[in-house]
C-alpha cells in the first residue's frame, strides 16, 4: 500500500491543469451500454474508478480500450447483465450499470452497494424509479434482480434529490416507450453533461440542469462520441490548495461557471481570483476569514468540496461553522484534522471550527477520497512532514495529484507501506 509523504510549509506557485471530470465519465462509460457500436469519450481522466467502470464494462462484454485521455468502447457484443459483488463494492458508481442495462437487454443483475464510509447510501429512488417505468425487481442473495420486456414512459418524482439515481432514470428513459417525466432530478452539471451526450447520440431530453427531466423515448441511440466536462471538485480543490499554502496558482480548464458557490465561499475566506489570458489565478496572502457553509444539492455549495473547505477553515482567524446536509457520516476528516492540531468540535450534522496558527505534520489516515484531498491540503499547509496512508482513495478521483502539486513547488512523495502486521 502507498502513503504520501508531504513536507508541509511552502506556498504552491505555478500551473495546474485541470482533467475531465469523474463523476461525469463515469456515467458517460455507463451509457455506452445503451448503444451498439463504437463509443468514444475523450478527455478521460486516468483514475482508479475509471479503470474500474472498464472493467465492469469488459464483464458486460463490451470491449474498451483507453489511449491517453480517451477510451474506445465498443458496445457491439455487449450480451453481459451482470455487475458483480467484487466491483460494486470497490466502486459504487457500478450502480450506473442498473438503468442502461433494463433498457437495453431487459434484464440486469446489480450488486447492492451496501453502506460506504460516508453513510448508508441506499439506491430506493433509483429502483422506486426503475419500477414506475414497468421493471420487476427483486432482491435476492445482495443482488437487485430487474427484468422488463420494454420499459414504458412514466412519471417519477424523486424523494430526494440524487445524482446517480436520476442518471440511471434518464439513461432508462431513453429506450423507454414514450414519456418519462423525472421531477426532483438533480441539477448537478455532471448529469447535464450525460444529457448533452446523449442528446448528439439521439436522444430526446429536455430540461437537463432543471428540477424536471423529460424524456421522450427513442427505438435506439448511436454510439456516443463526447468530451468530458473538466472537474469543478479536482478545481475547487486546486483553489483551496492555494488558499491554504497563501500561494498563487494559476488553474487552466477549471469550470468556473459551474463553482459559483464554491468560488463566493473561498472569496469570502480572502481568496483572491482573477482570470487572466493564461488561466485563472488563485492567491492568498493572509490567514482565512471565518467562513460558515451548508452543502447542498448544485447549485448549492458541494458535499465534495466540504472537508477541503474544513482544511483551510482549520486555519481560520475565527471560528466558523460547517453543516454536512447530504451525508450522515461525512466528517470522517474531523479526527485526522485533530491530529494536525486543528480544533474542531462536531455535534451531530455540524462541525464548529476554531482556527489555530499553525498546523503540524503527523501521521494521519485517509478514509475517503475527499477526506484524503482534505488530508493533503492541510499537509500542504502543516509545519513538518505528514504521512498520509491509504493513499489509494486519492488515486481513485485525482489525476496525478503528487506531480500536478510537485510541478507548483509542493514536496510530496509516495512511499510503499508495509501492510498491517507486517514489518
Ligand atoms: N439517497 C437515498 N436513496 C437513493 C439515492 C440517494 O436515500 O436512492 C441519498 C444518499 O444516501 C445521500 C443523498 O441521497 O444521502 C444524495 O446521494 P446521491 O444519490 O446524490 O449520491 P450519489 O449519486 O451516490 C454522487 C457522486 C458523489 C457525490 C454525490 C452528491 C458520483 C459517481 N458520485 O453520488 O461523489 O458526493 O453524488 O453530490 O457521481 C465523490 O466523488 O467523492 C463522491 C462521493
Redesign the pocket.
Known sequence: MDKLVVTGGRPLVGRVRISGA??AA??LMAACLLTRGKNRLTNVPGLRDVRTMGRLLDTLGAKNHTRKDRIYIDTAEARGEEAPYELVKTM??SV?ALGPLVARRGRARVSLPGGCA?????????LKGLEAMGTKIVLEEGYVVAEAKRLKGAEISLD??????TENLVMAACLAKGTSVIKNA?R?P?VVDLCQALINAGARISGAGTATITVEGVDELSPLDHRVMPDR?EAGTYMVAAGITRGELTITEAPLEHLSAVVGKLKEAGVRFQQTPKGLVVSARRAPKPVNLITG?YPGF???LQAQLMALMALNNGSAVVQET???NRFMHVPELRRLGADIEVTGSTAVVKGVRQLKGAKVMAT???ASACLVLAALAAEGDTHISRVYHLDR?YEKIDQKLGAAGAKVRRASEPAPGKK
Open positions: 469523474k463523476n463515469l456515467p459504487r458508481a450506473l460516508i453513510g448508508e447510501r441506499p439506491i430506493d429512488q433509483h430526494l434529490v440524487t445524482v446517480t439515481g438533480a448537478e455532471e471538485i444539492p458541494p458535499t465534495d447530504i451525508f450522515e475517503d477520497l475527499r478521483g
